[in-house]
C-alpha cells in the first residue's frame, strides 16, 4: 500500500455520518432562538422576490461566481515528504428554487377579508456548481468537478394543527483526497424523511416525529467499504410553558448498516435521549440549555456511553450585532472505527453595517476522541496497522481541530450580493497509519487548510 493510499484511508476516520433533523419550529419572540443569528435589515435587502407564477407560486434562479485560492489543496501536513501543493480554484455555479409563498407573503398580498392560509407548502431547490482548479499540476486540475446539491420540501397543512412533512436532501461533495493524487473523494449522500408535527391548543404544546433514510456512499469502489444506510426513529417536543421559557425533549433511535465491517468492530444502534430549555432571560440575551444521555450500542468492541450537552448563550447588542457562544458534547459514527466523541468549543458574531453591508465570523475548538479503532486489519489482502503513538504501542487516537471563518458581504441591490471570505481548517493529531509489508512509512493525519475567496451572487 503506498503512503496516498493509507492517507486516503486517513482521512475516512473524520467523516461523520448524516443526522436527521428535527421537524418542529420554535415560536418568535417566546425562547431564546427569537435571538435570531441575522441582525435586522432594510426589508427591500432582505430577499429576492422572484418571478411570480401564480397566485401561491414563485421561481428564484440564481447565478454565482467565485475565485480564490486554496494553499493545501490535498490537506498534506507540509513536512519534506508531503509538501503542500497551492492552486487559484474558481467556482461557477447555477440554481433556482421553485416554491409556495410563505404565509407571510400571502397574507399581506391577500385582499381586505380574505384568509390566504396555505394547504400545502412546498420547496424545491437545486444547485450546481463547477470547481475548477486553476493549475499546471496535472493531480490538481483532475480535482475539478460538479457538485450538485438538491432539496425537495413538502407539508401539507403547514399552518394547522396536525402538519405531515416530506423532505428529501442531496448532496454530491467535490473534495480532493488527502494526498496528492489524481483520484478524488467525491461522495453522495441522500436523506428521505417522513414526519408529522402536532401543535394542539393553538401551538403551546408541539410534538414531532419523523422517520429518515440516508445512504451515504463514496464514488470509489476502492472506498465502497465505507459505504452506509442508516435508519432513524426520532420524536419530540417543545412546551411553551412560561412567555419565554420553552421546555423540549428529543429522542432518537437508529440501525446504521455498513456494507462490511472493514476497520471496524461491529454494527450500531445509537440511541439519543435530550431534555432541555430555551430561555429568553432579558429582550436581547437568550440561553439555550440540552443535557442527555447517548449510546452507540456496537455490537462489537467499545461503545460511546456518556453525557449529551448543549450551552448556549445568545445575544444581542442593538438592532446590527448579533453574539453567540457555548459548548457541545456528542458522538457520531465513524467510518473507521467504531465512533468518534467531540467537545466542542465555539463562537460566532455577526455585524449589520447599515442597510447592506454584513460582517460575520465563526470559531470552533473540538477535542475529538475515538473508540474501537483496531490494532490493525486486513483489507483486499492487504494488513494495515492503526498507531497512536511513535512507539505503535496502541491504536488510541485523539485530535484537536479548529476551524475559523471570517466574511463580508455586500447587498449591491435587491438582487445581487457580493463578497469574500477566509477560512482556516486544522487538525493535530499524533496519530498515523501504515502497512505491515516492508513499508514503514509513517503517514500522519495532520494538516493545516485555508481558502482565501471573492464571489458574487445574484438572485432573481
Not at 421553485?98 to 392560509?117: D, I, K, V, Y
Not at 401551538?203 to 433514510?213: E, H, K, L, W
Not at 432518537?252 to 430549555?277: C, D, H, N, Q, Y
Not at 486544522?426 to 496519530?431: K, L, N, R
Amino acid at each position: 500500500m503506498t503512503p496516498i493510499r493509507q492517507r486516503r484511508l486517513g482521512a475516512l476516520l473524520s467523516c461523520p455520518l448524516l443526522v436527521a433533523p428535527g421537524l418542529a419550529r420554535a415560536q418568535a419572540g417566546q425562547s431564546a432562538e427569537s435571538v435570531s443569528e441575522t441582525p435586522e435589515r432594510e426589508p427591500a435587502f432582505s430577499e429576492s422576490a422572484g418571478v411570480k407564477l401564480s397566485e401561491s407560486t414563485v421561481f428564484r434562479p440564481s447565478v454565482e461566481l467565485s475565485t480564490g485560492y486554496q494553499p493545501n489543496v490535498f490537506f498534506e501536513d507540509g513536512s519534506a515528504t508531503e509538501p503542500a501543493n497551492g492552486s487559484a480554484i474558481m467556482r461557477i455555479g447555477v440554481g433556482a428554487i421553485f416554491s409556495t409563498m410563505p404565509a407571510q407573503r400571502l397574507a399581506a398580498e391577500a385582499p381586505p377579508g380574505q384568509s390566504q392560509g396555505p394547504k400545502l407548502a412546498f420547496s424545491g431547490d437545486l444547485n450546481v456548481t463547477r470547481h475548477q482548479y486553476l493549475s499546471t499540476n496535472d493531480n490538481v486540475s483532475k480535482q475539478s468537478d460538479f457538485g450538485v446539491s438538491a432539496l425537495i420540501d413538502v407539508a401539507l397543512n403547514p399552518e394547522g394543527a396536525f402538519t405531515l412533512v416530506l423532505r428529501d436532501a442531496f448532496n454530491r461533495a467535490v473534495r480532493p483526497p488527502p494526498a496528492e493524487t489524481g483520484q478524488s473523494m467525491d461522495r453522495d449522500r441522500n436523506e428521505l424523511v417522513a414526519g408529522f408535527i402536532l401543535k394542539p391548543g393553538g401551538g403551546a404544546i408541539q410534538v414531532y416525529g419523523n422517520y429518515a433514510f440516508g445512504a451515504d456512499i463514496f464514488e470509489r469502489s476502492d472506498l465502497s467499504f465505507a459505504n452506509r444506510l442508516s435508519h432513524t426513529f426520532s420524536l419530540g417536543g417543545r412546551w411553551q410553558w412560561l412567555p419565554k421559557t420553552q421546555f423540549n425533549f428529543e429522542s432518537s433511535f437508529g440501525v446504521i448498516v455498513v456494507k462490511e465491517e472493514a476497520f471496524k468492530m461491529g454494527s450500531s444502534t445509537p440511541l439519543r435521549i435530550m431534555i432541555g430549555t430555551s430561555t429568553l432571560i432579558t429582550p436581547t440575551f437568550g440561553t439555550v440549555l440540552k443535557l442527555g444521555y447517548g449510546n452507540g450500542y456496537y455490537d462489537q468492541g467499545p461503545s460511546f456511553s456518556s453525557y449529551l450537552a448543549l450551552l448556549e448563550g445568545r445575544l444581542a447588542l442593538g438592532p446590527t450585532v448579533r453574539l453567540a457562544f457555548g459548548y457541545s458534547h456528542d458522538f457520531a459514527d465513524s467510518l473507521i472505527g467504531n465512533y468518534y466523541a467531540d467537545h466542542s468549543l465555539y463562537t460566532r458574531a455577526v455585524l449589520q453595517v447599515g442597510d447592506r453591508v454584513q460582517l460575520r465570523g465563526k470559531g470552533e475548538v473540538r477535542f475529538r476522541g475515538y473508540g474501537g479503532i483496531p490494532a490493525q486489519d486486513e483489507m483486499d489482502g492487504r494488513t494495515y496497522q492503526f498507531c497512536g503513538n511513535s512507539a505503535c504501542t496502541s491504536s488510541e487516537r485523539s485530535d484537536v481541530m479548529t476551524k475559523i471563518e471570517a466574511g463580508a458581504d455586500v447587498q449591491v441591490n435587491a438582487w445581487m450580493t457580493a463578497g469574500a471570505s477566509y477560512v482556516l481548517s486544522g487538525q493535530s493529531s499524533d496519530f498515523f497509519l501504515r502497512e505491515i509489508a516492508g513499508n514503514t512509512t509513517n503517514d500522519t493525519v495532520s494538516y493545516v487548510w485555508q481558502e482565501f475567496l471573492v464571489r458574487a451572487v445574484a438572485k432573481f
